[in-house]
């Protein structure tokens, strides 16, 4: 190990929370060490999530579609769907991720100022890091740090979590093949994002989930149609479930459960228990400093500054909501802060998601639970896409808008949509809840005809009608 090296900040982690925030600060012209620690610049967004399982959605929703052509004229000499190529579809993921990262490192390496580094980063004190390569080890000096290592999935304390064939998330994205049958242990964003494309794909699927309902965050009408479309496309669900046990072989299970008091079971080839993620800290050094952190993540201030003075932290590693788009903007804030600019920190009350269910559940803002509960008197305007042009030209008419409106000023503070469609639409939600749209604004603004679009104005202007009568 040579003698120490000091930069300008350090970043630790090459994923959405770290990489964008080490290519601006490293524009500015700031000495950036970037430290991943991974296959390569992407994180779990790029590797084990976002990106694999919508290029596995694709293929499943591109194969529902094909079964489907005669409602669109297509005449095929037989209706069964198309049989599935695993390993193709395995061999586009794996060509899709190497091109983005690739990509990723590239515009990082054609900065003069920035340092990628393939190697485990662990603080050794408040301003020094140990940076562990394969042949080596760097001590590094930093100004400043920002801490972006992620999460992993929960592992759940059942009997039977470590027998051969039950997997978590991220090995479920590696699966060799398509089981026949296939248990999903938890019903949130991930577990009903993979019983559909599964379920598509062919594989019998059943969701365990042990709160109430499925994808509880969710605004809960939307979240009863998709179930109703789960139920109709085979899919078994089971809420208000405890899991008492997991057994079998690699390549028959059982899972026993209890619901309502009465015991259960179900058997599949393959469980993964799909029930959210924690923060990742482990062999961070956090002991180091003062950082602190516990089971919801590492703690943070209003501008992501941990307990540690100059030691930022921003993404998963900071706790809910774990989303790529909103650790992108955490770090983006953190970096402008650090080069004396004022900094726009995102906020939990404007942010935007999409679960790519099918039909797609797009979300922005407040759902009309959480504003009440903050106090609001709020009201809903909705569409029902069965009237819908474009979603009947489309042949998927089946789901709703939702806008969620303060009755005293008319602003808009929650669209949710469930629609194939609905992640495109999410950009003009965030927009109008981020800058305070009102009703009136949202109607009188003119969409294109025909697209899913328009129903933002269809959904305000009907609201209208009715309000002022």
Same mark, same amino acid.
Request: aromatic share 4%; net charge negative; hydrophobic share 45%.
């Given at each position: 190990?040579?003698?120490?090296?000091?930069?300008?900040?350090?970043? %630790?982690?090459?994923?959405?929370?770290?990489?964008?925030?080490?290519?601006?600060?490293?524009? &500015?012209?700031?000495?950036?060490?970037?430290?991943?620690? !991974?296959?390569?610049?992407?994180?779990?967004?790029?590797?084990?999530?976002?990106?694999?399982?919508? =290029?596995?959605?694709?293929?499943?929703?591109?194969?529902?579609?094909?079964?489907?052509?005669?409602?669109?004229?297509?005449?095929?000499?037989?209706?069964?769907?198309?049989?599935?190529?695993? &390993?193709?579809?395995?061999?586009?993921?794996?060509?899709?991720?190497? @091109?983005?990262?690739?990509?990723?490192?590239?515009?990082?390496?054609?900065?003069?100022?920035? +340092?990628?580094?393939?190697?485990?980063?662990?603080?050794?004190?408040?301003?020094?890091?140990?940076?562990?390569?394969?042949?080596?080890?760097?001590?590094?000096?930093?100004?400043?740090?920002?801490?972006?290592?992620?999460?992993?999935?929960?592992?759940?304390?059942?009997?039977?979590?470590?027998?051969?064939?039950?997997?978590?998330? +991220?090995?479920? %994205?590696?699966?060799?093949?398509?089981?026949?049958?296939?248990?999903?242990?938890?019903?949130? #964003? =991930?577990?009903?994002?993979? &019983?559909?494309?599964?379920?598509?794909?062919?594989?019998?699927?059943?969701?365990?989930?042990?709160?109430?309902? =499925?994808?509880?965050?969710?605004?809960?009408?939307? $979240?009863?149609?998709?179930?109703?479309?789960?139920?109709?496309?085979?899919?078994?669900?089971?809420?208000?479930?405890?899991?008492?046990?997991?057994? !079998?072989?690699? *390549?028959?299970?059982?899972?026993?459960?209890?619901?309502?008091?009465?015991? /259960?079971?179900?058997?599949?080839?393959?469980?993964?228990?799909?029930?959210?993620?924690?923060? /990742?800290?482990?062999?961070?050094?956090?002991?180091?400093?003062?950082?602190?952190?516990?089971?919801?993540?590492?703690?943070?201030?209003?501008?992501?500054?941990?307990?540690?003075?100059?030691?930022? $932290?921003?993404?998963?590693?900071?706790?809910?909501?774990?989303? @790529?788009?909103?650790?992108?903007?955490?770090?983006?804030?953190?970096?402008?802060?650090?080069?004396?600019?004022?900094?726009?920190?995102?906020?939990?009350?404007?942010?935007?998601?999409?679960?790519?269910?099918? #039909?797609?559940?797009?979300?922005?803002?407040?759902?009309?639970?959480?504003?009440?509960? +903050?106090?609001? *008197?709020? *009201?809903?305007?909705?569409?029902?896409?069965?009237?819908? &042009?474009?979603?009947?030209? !489309?042949? !998927?008419?089946?789901?709703?808008?939702?806008?969620?409106?303060?009755? /005293?000023?008319?602003?808009?503070?929650?669209?949710?949509?469930?629609?194939?469609?609905?992640?495109?639409?999410?950009?003009?939600?965030?927009?109008?809840?981020?800058?305070?749209?009102?009703?009136?604004?949202?109607?009188?603004?003119?969409?294109?005809?025909?697209?899913?679009? +328009?129903?933002?104005?269809?959904?305000?202007?009907?609201?209208?009608?009715?309000?002022?009568?």
């Amino acid at each position: 190990m040579s003698g120490r090296e000091n930069v300008d900040v350090l970043v %630790i982690g090459g994923g959405p929370g770290g990489t964008p925030a080490a290519l601006a600060l490293a524009r &500015a012209g700031k000495r950036v060490m970037l430290v991943e620690s !991974g296959r390569g610049l992407g994180g779990t967004c790029l590797f084990e999530g976002c990106i694999p399982s919508k =290029i596995f959605r694709e293929t499943a929703a591109r194969r529902r579609e094909i079964s489907r052509a005669g409602d669109f004229g297509l005449r095929m000499a037989s209706r069964e769907a198309p049989e599935v190529d695993w &390993a193709a579809v395995q061999a586009r993921r794996h060509k899709i991720l190497s @091109a983005r990262a690739q990509g990723a490192l590239m515009r990082a390496q054609a900065m003069p100022t920035l +340092e990628v580094v393939f190697g485990h980063a662990r603080l050794t004190g408040p301003r020094e890091a140990l940076v562990e390569l394969s042949d080596t080890q760097r001590r590094v000096g930093f100004s400043h740090a920002i801490l972006a290592t992620g999460s992993v999935p929960n592992r759940l304390p059942l009997p039977g979590a470590s027998l051969p064939g039950v997997l978590d998330s +991220e090995q479920l %994205i590696e699966i060799g093949f398509v089981p026949d049958s296939l248990a999903l242990i938890g019903g949130g #964003p =991930i577990g009903i994002e993979m &019983a559909q494309i599964f379920a598509m794909l062919g594989s019998r699927v059943t969701v365990l989930e042990a709160q109430e309902r =499925i994808l509880t965050p969710v605004d809960a009408v939307l $979240a009863g149609r998709l179930l109703e479309r789960l139920a109709a496309d085979g899919i078994a669900v089971h809420t208000n479930v405890g899991i008492t046990a997991i057994e !079998g072989t690699m *390549d028959q299970h059982t899972v026993r459960f209890e619901k309502e008091g009465e015991a /259960n079971e179900i058997t599949a080839d393959v469980v993964a228990i799909v029930a959210g993620r924690h923060p /990742n800290v482990a062999g961070l050094g956090l002991e180091a400093t003062a950082v602190a952190y516990d089971r919801n993540g590492v703690r943070v201030d209003e501008t992501l500054q941990t307990d540690e003075s100059g030691i930022y $932290a921003t993404g998963d590693l900071v706790g809910h909501p774990m989303f @790529a788009h909103w650790a992108t903007a955490q770090g983006l804030a953190v970096a402008r802060y650090l080069l004396g600019h004022q900094a726009d920190y995102p906020e939990p009350r404007f942010n935007s998601a999409v679960i790519f269910s099918y #039909p797609e559940l797009g979300m922005a803002g407040l759902t009309d639970e959480a504003a009440r509960s +903050e106090g609001m *008197d709020v *009201d809903v305007a909705e569409y029902d896409y069965r009237e819908d &042009a474009r979603a009947q030209i !489309g042949a !998927g008419a089946s789901g709703l808008l939702r806008i969620v409106y303060r009755r /005293n000023d008319l602003r808009v503070v929650g669209i949710h949509a469930l629609v194939e469609g609905a992640a495109d639409l999410m950009g003009e939600a965030a927009l109008a809840i981020r800058t305070g749209v009102t009703l009136p604004q949202l109607a009188s603004a003119i969409h294109p005809h025909p697209t899913l679009t +328009e129903s933002f104005g269809l959904a305000a202007g009907a609201a209208l009608t009715s309000e002022s009568v």
